[in-house]
């Protein structure tokens, strides 16, 4: 019996896996990403090295966080002549990325992310934020286009609110399936998050943002005034609120919230 090639590598599905194959593709994301040499990069999910490789052309450092440990001796096989390349075999979603920052050198972040975590990864890498420079990622194209929609958009949700509230978001290009083996049936998309190094509307209170957002957009047919009718009904009667409740939520922009969430944490402290 043939032996097994250690550098072949079916893609498991537990793991959301479908590698990037197309190297016009792979090239045009790293061309976004516009890597330089003494970057401080840090790539989510590497696969079997395809976007990886080029940035290594590119860049002196680059950690990578792999989850799948059949896949790190393949990464290992492949880049260790590098010097400046490590992998950290975690989850990335419990991994501590303040770790790998540094004060004049702020993360870069890239990564073709699965799609069953792809929302909260990107929270638990907003928790990090002030070391953060940028981020480049491949999802799904309807989380793309969610979390660059605007107001009056369609796509347009808590998502998009809370995202940009963090950062500037870019939806850059598509990526259809056939450019992935295994073929997934979906399209996706590249997305670029910049954040804010001072937010345009900061927030008295996130926590309450955050509860006026999940609230306006929980029954976002209904008008303003009957989604967020449990906040409402807290406080004092007859208050004049700073945005038309006869809207939807999907009418109001981001400084509109950010004004509505302000105006209720201070009517919260005068009760």
């Not at 079916?10 to 016009?24: H, I, P, S, T, W």
């Not at 950010?258 to 402290?269: F, G, M, S, Y």
Request: one cysteine or more; proline letters at 7%; aromatic letters at 8%.
């Amino acid at each position: 019996m043939a032996n097994k090639n250690p550098l072949q590598h079916k893609a498991r599905k537990r793991f959301g896996q479908n590698f990037l194959v197309d190297f016009g593709v792979i090239r045009h994301i790293v061309r976004a990403i516009g890597p330089q040499t003494d970057d401080n990069i840090v790539e989510i999910g590497p696969g079997q090295g395809a976007i990886t490789a080029s940035l290594l052309e590119s860049c002196t450092e680059l950690n990578v966080i792999e989850l799948d440990r059949d896949l790190i001796p393949i990464l290992k096989v492949k880049f260790d002549r590098n010097p400046g390349f490590k992998v950290h075999e975690c989850d990335a979603l419990k991994f501590d990325f303040a770790g790998l920052a540094q004060a004049e050198r702020p993360l870069r972040v890239v990564g073709n992310l699965p799609y069953n975590i792809s929302t909260p990864l990107i929270f638990h890498l907003l928790s990090y934020k002030d070391c953060i420079a940028d981020m480049h990622f491949m999802l799904q194209k309807e989380v793309v286009m969610r979390l660059a929609a605007k107001p009056g958009d369609k796509n347009y949700g808590r998502l998009s609110v809370m995202a940009q509230y963090w950062c500037e978001t870019e939806d850059l290009f598509d990526v259809p399936p056939e450019c992935f083996d295994p073929a997934p049936k979906v399209v996706s998309a590249i997305v670029r998050l910049t954040p804010h190094k001072n937010l345009p509307y900061p927030a008295q209170s996130f926590e309450e943002l955050e509860r006026v957002v999940k609230l306006a957009f929980s029954q976002r047919r209904k008008t303003l005034r009957n989604a967020l009718k449990p906040l409402l009904e807290t406080l004092p009667e007859n208050t004049e609120l700073c945005v038309d409740l006869g809207c939807r939520a999907e009418q109001l922009g981001l400084e509109q919230f950010v004004a509505l969430a302000n105006q209720i944490t201070e009517l919260q402290k005068l009760a």
